[in-house]
């Protein structure tokens, strides 16, 4: 039972445009969200994240938006890069970012010059 | 100042063997994760060490385990490995808030 689900594996978007990557979650007692990005042979690296007490949050270029009643969370991008190539993965956990993350499988985000 | 660091970056074991992995966190971090990253599956959580004790554990059997020592450096280890056990082994440093990831291992059982 996956609790946290990317359900687009890929995505391709010309560099300046928009690009948005959906999360969904099943669990209602999840509290915290986070974005990561990983790049082949390296780790995931934190993004951004927002509490569910908020429903956005922006850092830069970079915002992600929360629907509690929905389930749903977003990352946009804006604009676009092709240092934006990567897998992105949502997270979530029940507290905060420190306690144990539930991760989806990812997307990965292709950015085309 | 250095990020999270694993050692080794890759490890070919056989069958039955057993394997230990090692993390060094990012300064001023106390609680060190582990999870494995599976081929086209995001991380999934296995333990969380905080003052040197297992705080949290994930759905993994008892042949993993792990230790933190008083620096909050923190060793994985796999006993009887299986060849399901070959993964991406992640470690993720971590005090208040968010938690930063090392590159992984890269553990291939054949």
């Not at chain 2, 993390?23 to 905080?50: E, M, N, R």
């Not at chain 2, 297992?54 to 909050?72: A, K, L, T, V």
Request: hydrophobic share 30%; proline share 5%; net charge neutral.
């Amino acid at each position: 039972d996956q609790q946290v689900k990317q359900n687009s594996p890929s995505l391709s978007v010309q560099e300046g445009r928009i690009s948005i990557l959906n999360c969904d979650y099943t669990n209602s007692m999840f509290d915290y969200f986070l974005w990561y990005k990983k790049y082949p042979a390296e780790g995931p690296t934190f993004l951004i994240s927002i509490s569910s007490i908020k429903d956005k949050n922006e850092d830069g270029r970079f915002t992600v938006f929360l629907n509690k009643s929905a389930k749903h969370l977003s990352l946009h991008i804006v604009p676009s890069q092709p240092g934006d190539s990567a897998v992105y993965f949502c997270a979530a956990s029940l507290n905060s970012g420190n306690t144990p993350l539930v991760f989806g499988k990812g997307t990965r985000l292709s950015v085309i010059a | 100042d250095a990020g999270v660091t694993q050692s080794p970056t890759h490890l070919i074991k056989t069958r039955g063997q057993q394997v230990t992995l090692r993390c060094s966190p990012k300064s001023g971090h106390d609680t060190v994760s582990w999870y494995q990253q599976a081929l086209g599956q995001g991380p999934q959580f296995i333990f969380q060490y905080y003052e040197e004790e297992e705080r949290q554990r994930g759905n993994f059997p008892d042949r993993f385990s792990g230790h933190q020592f008083p620096n909050y450096s923190s060793e994985l280890n796999v006993n009887a490995l299986l060849l399901g056990d070959s993964a991406l082994y992640l470690c993720a440093s971590s005090g208040i808030y968010e938690q930063y990831f090392g590159p992984g291992t890269r553990l291939t059982v054949t």
